[in-house]
């Protein structure tokens, strides 16, 4: 069975491949050539990190790196939709390892999110983002998404491990289940007006803390959409404005006690990095200072001076954009951000050239998850955006992470193979 709205998306991007003229047989140089760029000029960044540090392990994101690939090579040639009779058994296995966490976990950094196994420090919560797009793609293709009612089962597939990344804590990792949900119920057919008023709750609560007033026209005008929009016009306003009355009344006491101090610094700090200099804001300020001497041109690699003196704690990992600003100039991150765009676009061809619903989505909520992570890492290293603890996909240090996005290009490629308008070029 074909849900008819992911026909509709997967139309928008399903056009005939074009023939091949690569020198590179079987090779697709944005799919496969921009990851591995990606991870190849992050090795180096993560060298210069650590020039004036007392270790030196920046070659074992290459040695991830290596593994992962290796690991995606043979995902490719795994039918996608053989693992739709173990998807159960491997959410079980995600939630499980969450669950671990919090009892034999080891904690740095402020945080409990990891597993010591053999030596090696794993990130369940970063293989639960894999594990939960599997079984979320495998329930709306079954399931269509056409009643507000619908929308129970996809959304208690995400509620569990979001909830357990969310109390290690991690907001970070929290914000990319929320983000893959919406985007994913999307595709698979959600109206557009719904996924507003599915995140309305949460404008409503920053409009609560930052701009009260403002309330008196954004709740009224959440209650037309819902009239406009929702099959239950009066019971669908009534839940709407409860749920915004809610959300307003409750915002401040979950300001205070939902989230920790360094949690709350994060999310406000980037306004104005300056009030907390050598505290909460000092990441900001320094990671903006770093990328703005790289100037145009950069400083070139191995020769930044802020990454060189190590002002920026934790640049090799969630701050390694700053290190790209400063010794490859606006050119070289412009580049960057031109090959993430260049790779998200070739996701949703895949997915609109899927054989299948479950493929489709799959894909999607992969794409979902890399461009997410995107633009919240470089808005956090730009000083757009508060500190969140994303890494920037297959350039981040983090071993967990890095594993993960090439098991999810493994799983993209696969799809990829069986489609017929990819014939011949997988």
């Known amino acids: 069975m074909t849900i008819p709205g992911i026909r509709r998306r997967r139309r928008m991007f399903s056009g005939r491949a074009p023939a091949r003229r690569n020198p590179l047989e079987g090779v697709d140089l944005v799919f496969w050539g921009v990851p591995l760029a990606l991870t190849f000029i992050a090795g180096i960044l993560i060298a210069s990190t650590q020039r004036q540090a007392d270790y030196a392990d920046w070659y074992q994101h290459w040695i991830t790196a290596a593994i992962g690939l290796t690991l995606a090579l043979l995902i490719r040639r795994l039918p996608l939709n053989k693992l739709e009779g173990w998807l159960r058994p491997i ?3 995600t939630v499980a390892s969450l669950v671990a966490v919090h009892f034999i976990g080891t904690t740095a950094l ?6 010591n196994i053999a030596g090696f420090h794993v990130q369940p919560s970063e293989f639960a983002k894999l594990g939960a797009i599997l079984l979320l793609a495998g329930v ?3 399931y269509s998404v056409e009643r507000p009612i619908d929308l129970i089962r996809p959304a208690a597939v995400i509620f569990l491990p979001w909830l357990l990344v969310f109390v290690e804590p991690n907001l970070g990792t929290s914000l990319v289940f929320g983000t893959v949900l919406l985007v994913m119920l999307f595709w698979a057919g959600m109206p557009l007006a ?3 008023l599915l995140l309305s709750p949460l404008v409503t609560a920053i409009l609560a803390g930052v701009l009260p007033l403002a309330l008196v026209a954004w709740v009224p005008l959440m209650g037309v959409l819902a009239w406009r929009f929702l099959p239950w016009k009066q019971l669908g306003v009534t839940i709407v404005l409860l749920v915004q009355g809610l959300f307003a009344v409750l915002t401040p006491y979950l300001w205070m006690h939902g989230l920790k101090d360094y949690q709350r610094d994060r999310l406000v700090l980037f306004l104005d990095p300056s009030k907390d200099p050598l ?4 990441h900001l300020l320094q990671s903006k200072i770093g990328i703005g001497s790289g100037a145009l041109f950069g400083t070139g690699l191995m020769q930044g001076h802020l990454t060189k003196l190590r002002f920026i704690p934790e640049q090799h990992t969630d701050f390694i954009f700053s290190a790209l ?6 050119l070289g991150s412009m580049l960057v951000v031109i090959g993430f765009a260049l790779l998200c676009w070739k996701l949703l061809q895949i997915a609109g050239r899927a054989r299948t ?3 489709s989505l799959v894909v999607i909520g992969i794409g979902a998850m890399v461009i997410f992570q995107v633009i ?9 955006g508060p500190v969140t603890g994303v890494p920037l996909p297959w350039m981040s240090y983090g071993r967990s992470s890095l594993l993960v996005n090439f098991i999810a290009l493994g799983l993209c490629a696969s799809v990829a193979r069986r489609s017929q308008a990819a014939q011949g070029r997988w």
Do not use: H, K, P, S
Request: proline share 0%.
């Open 279 to 282: 505290g909460g804001g000092y």
């Open 110 to 115: 402020g945080a409990q999110r990891w597993i």
């Open 91 to 93: 959410y079980g296995l």
């Open 325 to 330: 600003g400063e010794e490859t100039g606006f």
């Open 376 to 384: 919240v890492n470089i808005f956090m290293n730009i000083g757009l």
């Open 194 to 196: 719904w996924v507003v």
């Open 140 to 142: 709306l293709a079954r």
């Open 357 to 359: 619903d479950f493929e």
